[in-house]
């Protein structure tokens, strides 16, 4: 079985394959105060739940955006599974040419999204992460990383309103029924939800037309849902696609 981890700025999801079956998914607050024990601990009782020995896991794949957490994990690895992780990072074989300015500045799990929706979906693509930040990644017709966008995801916007303004309330981000809020967290609502939306949907029509072909449209992230499901643009949501990418990138260089 793999094991495929993927820390993230405010969740860590892991995913068991058996084979090319996700057998199981988790997700952990990200702790970056957090040792290799404190989260071997909680890893061991989750794969005790799905009934997972340690034993059987013969390789595990990760990566990350939190750079002090990627060192604990391997140290999880080895102590926990004797297991030496593959991590994703610059000189992995992946299969996708980057084409960028600069390939090392870009997020690993940018890349690995990228490689697991032109493996499922085809290509060209646009792939869009509602996490933490809010990524476009763009792939194209060669099947090239070609960059994309990043802005402010939503929680961390609906925070900002909360803590730099001084009348402003902390608010639950449910769907406003209109546009026009009749009061101060109904506008709130308003402004962020339709304007999320209204975000998505110009970035996907912006990206179309300097493209200049259509792509196919794949939602991923803790947040896709619910905002996700509302925009026409978006044709697949897939909430398991870095863990499917990391296991692909896992398989490509397991041989190495």
Same mark, same amino acid.
């Not at 996700?22 to 989750?46: F, M, P």
């Not at 017709?141 to 929680?155: F, M, S």
């Given at each position: 079985?793999?094991?495929?981890?993927? =820390?993230?700025? /405010?969740?860590?999801?892991?995913?068991?394959?058996?084979?090319?079956?996700?057998?199981? /998914?988790?997700?952990?607050?990200?702790?970056? *105060?957090?040792?290799?024990?404190?989260?071997?601990?909680?890893?061991? /009782?989750?794969?005790?739940? $799905?009934?997972?020995?340690?034993?059987?896991?013969? #390789?595990?794949?990760?990566?990350?955006?939190?750079?002090? @957490?990627?060192?604990?994990?391997?140290?999880?690895?080895?102590?926990?599974?004797?297991? +030496?992780?593959?991590?994703? +990072?610059?000189?992995?074989?992946?299969?996708?040419?980057?084409?960028?300015?600069?390939?090392? +500045?870009?997020?690993?799990?940018?890349?690995?999204?990228?490689? %697991?929706?032109?493996?499922?979906?085809?290509?060209? @693509?646009?792939? !869009?992460?509602?996490?933490?930040?809010?990524?476009?990644?763009?792939?194209?017709? $060669?099947?090239?990383?070609?960059?994309? %966008?990043?802005?402010?995801?939503?929680?961390?916007?609906?925070?900002?309103?909360?803590?730099? /303004?001084? %009348?402003?309330?902390? =608010? $639950?981000?449910? *769907?406003?029924?209109?546009?026009?809020?009749?009061?101060?967290?109904?506008?709130?609502?308003?402004?962020?939800?339709? #304007?999320?939306? $209204?975000?998505?949907?110009?970035?996907?029509?912006?990206?179309?037309? &300097? @493209? #200049?072909?259509?792509?196919?449209? =794949?939602?991923?992230?803790?947040?896709?849902?619910?905002?996700?499901? &509302? !925009?026409?643009?978006?044709?697949?949501?897939?909430?398991?696609?870095?863990?499917?990418?990391?296991?692909?990138?896992?398989?490509?260089?397991? &041989?190495?």
């Amino acid at each position: 079985m793999l094991l495929a981890i993927d =820390i993230g700025n /405010t969740n860590i999801k892991l995913g068991i394959f058996d084979g090319d079956r996700l057998k199981a /998914t988790w997700n952990l607050a990200t702790g970056i *105060h957090r040792t290799s024990d404190e989260y071997g601990g909680v890893v061991l /009782t989750l794969m005790e739940r $799905e009934k997972v020995l340690p034993s059987k896991v013969t #390789g595990v794949v990760l990566c990350g955006v939190v750079p002090p @957490l990627l060192y604990t994990f391997v140290e999880l690895c080895k102590k926990y599974l004797n297991t +030496e992780p593959l991590v994703v +990072e610059a000189g992995v074989k992946t299969g996708m040419r980057i084409r960028l300015d600069n390939p090392r +500045e870009v997020g690993p799990d940018r890349v690995v999204n990228a490689v %697991a929706a032109q493996n499922l979906y085809g290509k060209p @693509l646009i792939i !869009i992460d509602l996490g933490t930040a809010t990524t476009f990644d763009v792939v194209s017709k $060669e099947g090239d990383y070609l960059g994309g %966008a990043i802005a402010p995801g939503i929680i961390i916007a609906t925070e900002a309103l909360f803590t730099c /303004t001084a %009348a402003l309330p902390r =608010i $639950e981000l449910i *769907h406003p029924k209109q546009v026009i809020g009749r009061n101060t967290i109904s506008a709130m609502q308003s402004g962020i939800i339709f #304007g999320y939306i $209204e975000l998505i949907e110009g970035m996907i029509r912006r990206i179309q037309q &300097e @493209l #200049g072909s259509k792509a196919k449209v =794949i939602a991923t992230g803790g947040q896709a849902y619910p905002f996700a499901e &509302e !925009i026409a643009a978006i044709d697949v949501i897939n909430p398991d696609l870095t863990l499917i990418g990391l296991r692909l990138i896992y398989e490509m260089n397991k &041989e190495q």
